[in-house]
């Protein structure tokens, strides 16, 4: 019995379906095939939709950015196509991101528009002014010569992008119906993205590690994870803001550094791929060598040679020599010092310097662009990258393509044959005169490329420099504005680093004297009419508006001003700048509701700009909406995190909300981000005395002083909190400096009649 319960026991039960006792009837045994079928679907397959239907969610939930150049808009009840603000971060981290200029492209080309897109960087755009950069120059002059043709110009460059980002915005503008396209990039191949001396990431990595990067960025759940990253990095280590051409004088490249050469290589092919684009899609192209200041713009960066003393000893005599005009002399010690050192950049642009005194301009050239081809901190584009330009034209030549040399052209147009300050503002931004020289030569390449019916009747001249102005609403207004921004660059990293940085300022400012001198309101007359003028023939271009703008905010005519821009934001309703501007106007104004209102539709169009934020808090708390400004004034300083003036007005909000000791931690906090910025400690000062720490207010008042020494203000306070310290001659000595520059102050006459027992 035992047996046998045990061999029951050790049974299989009968499988389901079958009657009990007759054999289990198992499942086929999977062949090899279907086997290798059915891993590959549970390893490959089935993660591949998990992730697409995750991919999809995100999107729907929002997550992440649009990574196209384009996005769709209706402006005025009209479709269009406008620049998307998130295109860059596929490009630049987000807290440095750059964003394409405005752009308003209608959906649908108007028959009989011939369309020209440009791209490329800085110096296409135009800056520091798009507005009278090469591209409006080429419209003016396109539209003057061919009354009969309707141009429309699309400029899609974008300050501080290369190649890489180009190409990305080329194959999409193949899409968009243009007729031409217009290729001047070069200038930011080794400092822009995935450059050697990039600061946005990795630096010259393999073609095919910065394609697979930038497709895995179009991807939400990528973008996803980048962000969450990037928050938990710590503090500096890669969420620094942007701070121009500063921000690279730790990245220098050798010229014999190996990372340039892959720079080189993934330029020709990425300049390959944007000619057959282009060519594939049926458009004509003029490709474009870059020009650079070779003659006043000295090197950025310098190799250190073996033999530093001697090398350095030879150009300090060359430097010594020159000085007292013996040029011979100099030429003689800086050509053993290019001998010393061939790769030394400053020994061979002093060297040129020399050449050019002695009249030997052909030399001279040389030795300038040599200097450009070892600048260790390459902001231009070197020999080497205009040389590839050639030699994609000549692979490419065809009746499609045009080469336009403006290296060349700019250098023949040039005095000696060297482009240098007659054409350009610093290393490779054009002046007035550089842009229409430059719009001028690829106007000429265009001509060539245009059907014979646009060119019947055809003006037998090109518009002259002094034509174009008028009609791109150019004044001594706007030239005067322009050459402030261009003297705050010179005076700040790297180009106050340059050889004779002085002298270029003192130029410059002579220049701005100059121009200043002639803002007479006699002037002012003849410079309205040119705007109004320019405005008659194209109403719509926002572009004149903001010119227009400009010169009446100069003038101090604030309620027209506010109306110009109040069109330019009816012009490009998309963009935060406009609004940004207007606010401006009216908090100067004193309507701070609208102001208030304008700035808050800039910071919902840009939402990250610290900027806004802060003049949104300003003007909170100029309406005594404390909290509401200190809201506003936390989020600046979260997008703002190195802007001085932020934890400044945070500081007299804090005050005022009775917070004292943040406040002073927030004054100090701003004294640090500007040491020499006279303000936060002269707030930290009458905060200090409010709270009756005079001794502490004291230290704040005379450190005021030495930053800002005429301030009365400063004197005043410093007098009273010495007078509280019982320090009264010291108190004395301030009234007295006062009531000598001002001798009817009424606080001094005050403070004197209290220091006499009156």
């Known amino acids: 019995m035992k047996r046998e319960r045990s061999r029951k026991q050790g049974q299989r039960p009968p499988a389901a379906g079958h009657l009990s006792g007759s054999p289990a009837v198992l499942p086929a045994p999977l062949s090899p095939r279907r086997q290798w079928l ?52 596929r490009f630049f981290p987000r807290s440095m991101v750059r964003t394409p200029p405005p752009v308003v492209m209608p959906a649908a080309k108007a028959p009989g528009t011939f369309r020209i897109f440009i791209f490329g960087e800085s110096a296409a755009l135009g800056d520091p002014r798009p507005n009278y950069g090469a591209g409006t120059y080429l419209e003016v002059l396109l539209a003057e010569r061919f009354p009969q043709a309707k141009f429309e110009i699309v400029n899609t460059s974008i300050t501080a992008i290369n190649s890489h980002v180009i190409l990305p915005i080329v194959q999409e503008c193949s899409r968009q119906s243009g007729d031409l396209w217009l290729v001047y990039m070069g200038n930011n191949e080794m400092v822009g993205p995935f450059g050697a001396a990039t600061v946005f990431g990795l630096q010259a990595p393999p073609i ?36 121009g051409m500063e921000m690279f004088m730790r990245n220098q490249v050798p010229p014999s550094d190996p990372r340039r050469h892959r720079v080189y290589d993934n330029f020709e092919r990425n300049l390959a791929e944007i000619l057959h684009a282009g060519l594939a899609s049926g458009v004509k192209v003029v490709l474009s060598t870059v020009a650079v200041n070779l003659k006043d713009c000295p090197p950025f960066g310098n190799l250190s040679p073996s033999d530093r003393t001697a090398y350095e000893e030879l150009c300090q005599a060359g430097t010594d020599a020159e000085a007292q005009g013996r040029f011979t002399a ?169 050889l004779d940085n002085r002298q270029r ?70 963009t935060y700048f406009p609004y940004y501007t207007l606010g ?60 001085p003036k932020v934890p400044l007005y945070l500081g007299e909000v804090l005050w005022k909300l009775g917070r004292r000791d943040d406040a002073l931690a927030s004054l100090h906090e701003a004294s640090q981000l500007a040491p020499s910025d006279w303000q936060p400690h002269y707030r930290l000062a009458d905060d200090l005395a409010q709270e009756g720490r005079f001794s502490d207010a004291v230290l704040e008042y005379e450190e005021t002083l030495r930053l800002n020494p005429a301030h009365i203000k400063t004197k005043l306070g410093l007098a009273a909190a010495l007078l509280n310290l019982g320090r009264e001659p010291e108190a004395v000595r301030q009234v007295d400096e006062v009531l000598a520059r001002e001798p009817a102050n009424p606080v001094a006459l005050e403070l004197q009649r209290k220091i006499r027992g009156i």
Request: with cysteine; charged share 25%; glycine share 6%.
């Open 38 to 89: 059915f891993r590959l679907l549970t390893v490959v397959v089935l993660p591949l939709i998990l992730l697409g239907g995750l991919e999809l969610l995100l999107r729907l939930l929002g997550v992440g950015f649009d990574p196209h150049f384009f996005k769709p808009a209706k402006i005025g009840g009209q479709d269009c196509y406008v620049a998307n603000a998130d295109f860059g971060l």
């Open 208 to 243: 095919w590690l910065v394609k697979t990067q930038l497709q895995l960025k179009r991807l939400r759940l990528a973008q996803g994870l980048l962000e969450v990253s990037q928050k938990f990095q710590k503090a500096g280590s890669g969420n620094a803001s942007w701070h």
């Open 330 to 498: 100099a030429q003689s010690d800086f050509q053993r010092a290019t001998e010393l050192s061939p790769q030394a950049a400053e020994a061979q642009f002093q060297l040129a310097t020399c050449l050019l005194h002695l009249t030997n301009g052909t030399a001279a050239r040389s030795h300038f662009q040599q200097a450009v081809d070892t600048d260790t901190l390459p902001f231009r584009a070197d020999s080497r990258i205009n040389e590839s330009i050639r030699a994609a034209a000549r692979k490419f030549a065809g009746e499609s393509l045009a080469l336009c040399d403006a290296a060349e052209v700019l250098g023949t147009g040039s005095p000696n044959g060297i482009p240098g300050e007659e054409l350009f503002y610093e290393h490779v931004h054009l002046n007035p005169k550089g842009n229409y020289a430059l719009a001028l030569a690829w106007a000429g390449q265009v001509e060539k490329l245009l059907n014979p019916a646009l060119k019947s009747g055809a003006r037998p001249a090109w518009a002259s420099p002094a034509e174009c102005e008028q009609l791109l609403g150019l004044t001594d207004w706007n030239r005067v504005s322009i050459l402030e921004e261009i003297l705050r660059r010179l005076e700040h990293p790297p180009f106050s680093g340059q």
């Open 505 to 574: 300022i003192a130029r410059l400012r002579d220049e701005m004297d100059k121009l200043q001198s002639r803002l007479t309101s006699e002037a002012a007359i003849p410079a309205r009419a040119t705007y109004l003028r320019a405005l008659r023939r194209a109403p719509d271009n926002f572009r004149l508006h903001e010119n227009y703008a400009e010169f009446l905010e100069a003038m101090h005519e604030l309620k027209p001003a506010i109306a110009e821009r109040e069109k330019v934001c009816a012009l490009i309703p998309y």
């Open 584 to 643: 401006m106007d009216l908090k100067e104004s004193g309507a701070l509701a609208e102001t208030r209102a304008v700035l808050l539709k800039a910071a919902a169009l840009k939402p990250d700009g610290g900027d806004i934020r802060l003049e949104v808090g300003i003007v909170c708390a100029r309406q005594g909406e404390w909290e509401t400004a200190r809201q506003q004034l936390e989020t600046a300083r979260r997008f703002s995190p190195e802007d």
